[in-house]
């Protein structure tokens, strides 16, 4: 985990909900579960761009121009 911190704003009727949907869980604050979610969230946004590895993109290219479908 990061060893430096910054301070985000959030709407004070967010944080109450958030207080709220965390209370009685394992997440200790809602700074720790906007950076859990946030993680999450990036995470996700990686896993999408990478639907395909270098290895697999050159293996459709190969096999597309086996076909004849491109050059």
Known sequence: ????????????SLHKKIE???????????SAYIVKVVRESLSKEQEAKEVFS?????????RLKALGYID
């Open 1 to 12: 985990m990061d060893k430096e911190f910054t301070t985000v704003s959030i709407p004070t």
């Open 20 to 30: 709220e949907a965390i209370r009685g869980t394992e997440i200790g604050s809602v």
């Open 54 to 62: 270098k290895e697999d993109e050159e293996k459709v290219k190969e």
